[in-house]
């Protein structure tokens, strides 16, 4: 990765993670679903106000077949369903659960990767830094092993859902390799999202008349949208352009330490000795994946550019 693709990295993590501290503040005045929806309409009119001011109205529109299917797998799997899926489960499992089953996005995007994507390949030392990193969050959440194996069967069948649509959705984004920019393609996609998402609400029987307009539900809808939503969707799905989609769905080993740090900081959450040994273990697992190149077909590459 080079300076810029490190800084979207943190980026993407640092806001990703902060969804947790911003979601909890918020699900106490907001229905989870239409606390959803509102994001997506936030961060609807963030990415469409950004896109307008930055690009002509020639290269907003979607010309070919690739381009309809990248702002699909953009709007409708990564982020309509994907999430949609993780804030219905978290109703029935613990965030630590929920943070555990995620944290196999990683895991899962090589298996569609393979069968998708040619030049993405992942080699052993990257598999095996895979599942450092997977130990690392494990430790980071340590929830209730009764909890982790037991009961509420449901939840978990969505969250790991979840896992799946949103490896398989950025995997989708690759393999349609459409000419639009990250930022236009989120910019279509997140209305698409947000759409879904309002009527999954309406189908649940949420109501807007439910809300309090605190200062703390505004704030959250306004982290969520614009951080959480506007800018890490474009700096992730940037990632899945420039550096490949196994190493962009690295950020969801991070994002469970961003989630314990601003618990710990902003919700007065405690912070155990052994989690604290679990972000050490995530950044061993990193360290491994970096000292390899993770696709054989990038060492190629490497070497074909030595070679001219």
Request: glycine share 12%; proline share 4%; no cysteine.
């Amino acid at each position: 990765m080079d300076r810029r693709a490190i800084v979207f990295f943190v980026l993407t993590s640092v806001f990703f993670g902060g969804t947790f501290v911003g979601a909890k503040a918020g699900l106490t005045a907001v229905p989870p679903l239409l606390l959803l929806g509102l994001r997506f309409d936030v961060a609807a009119i963030v990415l469409g106000g950004y896109v307008l001011w930055r690009y002509s109205p020639s290269a907003l529109r979607p010309r070919t077949r690739d381009d309809l299917v990248g702002i699909l797998a953009t709007g409708f799997v990564a982020v309509g369903v994907t999430n949609a899926l993780i804030f219905v489960g978290q109703q029935y499992v613990t965030s630590g659960v929920s943070s555990i089953i995620t944290s196999l996005n990683p895991i899962l995007t090589p298996v569609f990767a393979a069968a998708l994507v040619a030049d993405e390949e992942l080699s052993r030392r990257g598999a095996f830094g895979m599942l450092i990193g997977l130990v690392g969050v494990a430790l980071v959440v340590s929830p209730d092993p009764a909890q982790l194996m037991g009961g509420a069967i449901l939840g978990k069948m969505l969250v790991f859902g979840a896992a799946i649509t949103g490896a398989l959705g950025s995997v989708l984004i690759r393999w349609a390799d459409s000419d639009l920019s990250a930022s236009i393609r989120t910019a279509w996609g997140v209305p698409i999202a947000a759409v879904f998402v309002h009527l999954l609400s309406l189908r649940a029987d949420e109501s807007v008349a439910s809300v309090v307009w605190s200062p703390t539900a505004i704030a959250s809808i306004v982290y969520l949208g614009v951080f959480a939503g506007g800018v890490a969707y474009i700096t992730y799905f940037t990632l899945i352009d420039t550096t490949g989609v196994i190493r962009a769905n690295l950020v969801f080993y991070l994002v469970p330490v961003v989630a314990a740090l601003g618990g710990w900081l902003l919700l007065g959450e405690s912070l155990t000795m052994v989690a604290i040994v679990g972000f050490f273990v995530i950044f061993a697992g990193f360290a491994v994946i970096g000292s390899e190149e993770l696709s054989y077909g990038d060492l190629e590459r490497s070497m074909s550019r030595l070679a001219s």
